[in-house]
C-alpha cells in the first residue's frame, strides 16, 4: 500500500469521525446553526457545513430556521434494528401480559458495549411515568435492576472490562457507586435470580429484573417498576420477584422453542 492511500485511508476515517461527532452534538442539545456546532466543535464553518450537507443528503439531519437537527433516519434504523433482537422478538408479548396483569411498566434490556439499552416498554393500566427512562436510552449497568441483571451474568473478564471502561455513574442518591459494594450485589443477584431497584435510576421509583437466557447464554433482562409507594413489602420482596421470573421464562421457553425449529 502506498504512503498515499494510507493518508486517503487515514482522512476517510477522520472526516467520519467529525460527521459522528456532529451528529452527537446535535443529539445532546437543542437544534444549533452553523456558527454554534463550529464553535463547539473547533471547526471552521466551511468544514461544518459540508459535513452537514452530506449528512442531509441522506436524511440523518434536517434544516429547519437555519438550525440543524438529527433526522427521523435514526428512528427508522433503530427501529429495524430494534427487531431483530431475539429479546424483542419473543419478549413483548409476554411484557404486555405482565404489564396488564401488574398495571406496572414492563422494560426489555440487551447490552451493548458496555451500556443498557431499553429496547421496549409496555405500560399497564395504572403505570406513573416518571421521565427518568425512555425506550431507547442508554443506561450505566450499575443504576438499575436491568443492568445489574446484565452484569451479573457477564463472565469475569467481560464485567471487569465494562466496570474498567465506564465510570459508576451516581444516577440518585441510592446508585450503588462502589465496586466492591457491587460486586456484593452481583453476587446476591446471581444466587437469587433477580435484580431490585431500590431507587438507584429514580427517586421515588423500584424495580425488579430477571435474566432471559437463551441456548447460548443471556439475551438480555426484563423489568418492572413503579411507584416506591405501593412496590414494597412482599410485594417487593416476594410477588414481583415471582412474576418477573415467571415472564422470564415464558421468554427463554418462546425464543429456545423457535430456535430449535429452525436449527
Known amino acids: 500500500m502506498t504512503d498515499n492511500a494510507r493518508s486517503g485511508n487515514h482522512d476517510r476515517i477522520k472526516s467520519v469521525s467529525v460527521s459522528l461527532d456532529i451528529v452527537t452534538t446535535l443529539e445532546q442539545g437543542p437544534p444549533r446553526t452553523i456558527t454554534e456546532l463550529a464553535d463547539k466543535l473547533d471547526r471552521s464553518p466551511s468544514n461544518v457545513l459540508a459535513h452537514l450537507r452530506t449528512l442531509q443528503e441522506r436524511g440523518f439531519v434536517v434544516e429547519e430556521h437555519n438550525r440543524y437537527r438529527p433526522g427521523l433516519r435514526y428512528y427508522e434504523i433503530g427501529t429495524a434494528i430494534r427487531e431483530e433482537y431475539p429479546l424483542f422478538v419473543h419478549g413483548t408479548q409476554p411484557a404486555d401480559d405482565l404489564a396488564a396483569d401488574t398495571g406496572e411498566f414492563v422494560w426489555l434490556m440487551v447490552e451493548e458495549r458496555g451500556r ?148
Open 116 to 263: 443498557g439499552y431499553y429496547i421496549y416498554k409496555s405500560a399497564g393500566d395504572a403505570a406513573v411515568e416518571s421521565g427518568a427512562y425512555t425506550m431507547g436510552s442508554r443506561w450505566p449497568l450499575n443504576a438499575s435492576a436491568s443492568g445489574k441483571v446484565l452484569l451479573a451474568h457477564m463472565d469475569d473478564t467481560k464485567a471487569e472490562s465494562v466496570l474498567d471502561a465506564h465510570e459508576m455513574e451516581q444516577v440518585t442518591p441510592n446508585t450503588i457507586t462502589d465496586r466492591a459494594e457491587l460486586e456484593t450485589e452481583l453476587e446476591q443477584v446471581r444466587e437469587e435470580g433477580v435484580a431490585r431497584d431500590h431507587e438507584e435510576s429514580a427517586v421515588g421509583i423500584r424495580g425488579v429484573a430477571a435474566p432471559v437466557q437463551g441456548l447460548d447464554g443471556l439475551i438480555g433482562a426484563v423489568a418492572i417498576s413503579g411507584p416506591a409507594s405501593r412496590i414494597e413489602g412482599e410485594y417487593f420482596h416476594e410477588t414481583l420477584p415471582r412474576k418477573i421470573a415467571q415472564t422470564a421464562d415464558i421468554i427463554r421457553i418462546r425464543y429456545n422453542g423457535d430456535a430449535a425449529v429452525d436449527g
